[in-house]
């Protein structure tokens, strides 16, 4: 059907993305009207502070897993050990992790607004454990996701249109996401060892701990990113009511369905094509990205303009009247979709890829602290709709600093004849036939 593996892939995570926004869309006007804003700030509020622990398993290891085996796919050897190091790993890091959790408990209601919704997203932690994604992305073959995210999605909105009947069944709705991520995952690592004959050998500890340090740099700017995001919420619910909490994780939720469908497949996608792109010279790289920027900009302008326009639509339209407060919001964060795929282009595809993972580090640093003074500022004087300003600011505080270093390290990934219309036509038909 596809000329090349990197088509083939965005489309299958597209499929994958779509399935599982599609199903939550679903149910969203459903759920939002029988648990209304205040259900929606428990769950959001829970959610983002078990994200922290998520980031903390998953490490930098779907970038540095994906690009070791990408550029070694076939060396079975080092494959394999790979694969067992991540594994291993990440098991080490759980186990830190249910400590930390533990000690979370005496804050009480500073981290948990719901004692069993917390409780069940982090037993959902073992997904993420078992989470196969960087063998599938580096052998580029993602199409068995497409299918079972399709089949996952199509039971969970079952279950909850079936369970979730009063204000007080909104912990159904992690329950049944953990239960399908613990059991989907752990089947998609065992086929993925089956298909690609990877063997699962101890590893010793000091091995263990010298990748983690080894990777610490890329780890940490993820968590710096993740936490930028998530903060947002957490300091929010410092200075607002749980109601208005989850009127701006509404459209922080809705932006994150724009993104999940058309900015993760992509991203995704391409990091091993470009990885594999560098291992044979900066030069080939460095022009494959040329080509892919204005592809970026273009694409994700238009879905920002069209974000920002058809907002108070689709906001009133998915989650009622109720919500009409998120609809600023998420007109102020429209563009966002424009700054991720601008800063993803430049940070992990270009800088990574070149080898700059402490500056990497040091730019998502600089961004964290601002963003920590800012959004304190911002909330407690402007509530969500600072929150919301703070995201912007700090996107292109981020952009521009990414633009100002690579100026610097004399790296040029703008070519401004590219930006024609006619010559982006030309280059997406170019790398889309583009063949490994």
């Not at 596809?2 to 006007?29: C, D, H, R, W, Y």
């Not at 959902?124 to 399709?150: A, T």
């Not at 273009?298 to 009133?316: A, D, E, G, Q, R």
């Not at 609809?327 to 595809?349: E, R």
Request: aromatic share 18%; net charge positive.
């Amino acid at each position: 059907m596809f000329k090349n593996k990197v088509l083939e892939n965005i489309f299958s995570l597209g499929i994958s993305q779509i399935a599982s926004v599609a199903f939550p869309l679903i149910t969203m006007p459903y759920v939002s009207r029988i648990i209304g804003p205040e259900g929606y700030g428990i769950l959001n509020y829970s959610t983002a502070f078990i994200g922290y622990f998520t980031l903390f398993i998953l490490y930098s290891f779907d970038l540095s897993g994906t690009k070791i085996i990408s550029r070694n796919i076939n060396d079975k050897v080092l494959v394999s050990q790979a694969f067992s190091e991540v594994l291993y790993s990440r098991c080490i890091l759980y186990v830190i992790c249910c400590v930390l959790f533990i000690i979370s408990f005496f804050f009480g209601k500073v981290f948990h607004k719901d004692y069993l919704v917390s409780i069940i997203l982090f037993i959902g932690l073992l997904s993420s454990v078992f989470s196969p994604q960087f063998i599938y992305q580096s052998f580029q073959d993602l199409k068995l996701f497409s299918k079972i995210n399709v089949i996952r999605g199509l039971i969970n909105m079952i279950l909850i249109f079936l369970f979730v009947k009063t204000k007080q069944d909104y912990f159904y709705i992690p329950l049944f996401a953990t239960i399908f991520n613990v059991i989907i995952n752990i089947g998609l690592l065992l086929h993925a060892k089956k298909k690609f004959s990877l063997q699962l050998t101890r590893q010793p500890l000091n091995k263990l701990f010298n990748l983690i340090f080894t990777d610490r740099f890329i780890f940490i700017s993820n968590v710096l990113g993740a936490f930028r995001a998530t903060t947002n919420t957490i300091i929010l619910g410092f200075f607002v009511t749980t109601k208005e909490i989850g009127y701006f994780t509404t459209s922080i939720n809705f932006l994150f369905v724009v993104v999940n469908v058309l900015f993760i497949p992509i991203s995704t996608a391409i990091y091993p094509f470009i990885s594999n792109a560098f291992s044979k010279s900066h030069e080939v790289g460095n022009d494959i990205v040329k080509k892919i920027v204005p592809i970026t900009v273009y694409f994700y302008f238009i879905t920002s303009f069209c974000l920002l326009v058809f907002s108070p639509f689709l906001i009133m339209l998915i989650f009622g009247n109720k919500f009409d407060e998120s609809i600023k919001i998420l007109q102020i964060i429209s563009f966002a979709p424009l700054t991720i795929g601008l800063s993803n282009l430049l940070g992990v595809q270009v800088l990574l890829n070149y080898h700059f993972d402490k500056l990497y580090f040091r730019i998502n640093l600089y961004s964290t602290i601002i963003t920590l003074i800012l959004n304190f500022y911002l909330s407690k004087n402007f509530g969500y709709y600072g929150a919301a300003w703070n995201i912007v600011f700090v996107d292109i505080m981020i952009i521009t600093l990414y633009f100002i270093y690579l100026k610097k390290l004399k790296i040029n990934i703008i070519d401004w004849n590219y930006f024609n219309p006619k010559i982006v036509k030309a280059n997406l038909f170019s790398l889309a036939s583009f063949k490994k």
